[in-house]
């Protein structure tokens, strides 16, 4: 905030809400064909969005390791986290805004 200000921390939330919902499908694909460098680009792409940067940076380690069954439980995992997180992004943008 003390960089940019605000606008320009609504911008990069903005951003990043706009992207990851597209980045969570491609995962999805990318998980159903084994396409384990595919899997481990889009987790490292993840691993910036505020809660999930944990278990995106964990499922990054065990795409290279081709854990597939370690991989689809941190995906279920992701695709309970993120709505969850797209909420508190929204509540703190409105915050920041008023």
Do not use: C, F
């Not at 919902?21 to 460098?37: S, Y």
């Not at 278990?55 to 390791?65: S, V």
């Not at 997180?85 to 703190?92: K, N, V």
Request: no cysteine; hydrophobic share 45%.
């Amino acid at each position: 905030m003390e960089i940019g200000g605000s606008a320009l921390v609504q911008e990069i939330a903005n951003l990043a809400m706009e992207t990851t919902g597209p980045r969570m499908r491609e995962l999805k694909v990318a998980i159903e064909a084994e396409d384990w460098p595919q899997v481990r680009s889009l987790s490292h792409r993840l691993r910036g969005a505020w809660s999930i940067s944990a278990l995106a940076a964990e499922m990054e380690d065990q795409a290279a390791n081709q854990a597939l069954g370690e991989v689809v439980e941190m995906y279920l995992q992701l695709l309970q986290i993120w709505p969850q997180t797209q909420t508190a992004i929204q509540d703190w943008l409105s915050e920041i805004s008023v």
